[in-house]
């Protein structure tokens, strides 16, 4: 059986990484982490690798998503690495404090941006996040994610 790859964008400490191991020890082998910083990465890297032993492969790409050009370069060559990813989680998000009211309008428009990939990427129909994880597994029981969002089911059973 082919060994089925978890792409996770907004990988950090918390979340990201107990996503990335718990995928890893269910077999999913190919681990793709993308986050903006490349020291938290190699940190995230290591964390999964110790928990799920050497029969995992995790790649990381420093990107801040809101750079098209960056992301789609990341996400090419994560698709030559190991094909398209049977699961996208995308837990990418920019939390500052401050105090109500007082943000500044490109604050507001960056952290949407991060938050909301752009539009194009959103799309279904165009998106070559959704695209890459919308075919169903023919190969595992385990199911398939359809879309991607802060709540992966690509560990339930059964069809979608």
Known sequence: ?????LLVVGSGPGIGRAVA??????????????ARRADSLASEKTAVEEAVGTQVNVRTYPVDITDPAALGKALDDADAAFGKPECVFFNAARVLPSAFFEHDV?????????????????????SRLTRSTSRPSTSSPSGTCRSWSR???CLEPGPR
């Open 151 to 153: 709540a992966p089911r």
């Open 1 to 5: 059986m082919a060994s089925k790859t």
């Open 106 to 126: 490109k604050e507001i428009e960056y952290d949407l941006k991060v938050c909301f990939p752009p539009l194009d990427d959103l799309d279904p129909k165009r």
């Open 21 to 34: 191991t718990l995928f890893a020890s269910k077999g999913y082998h190919n681990v793709v982490l993308i």
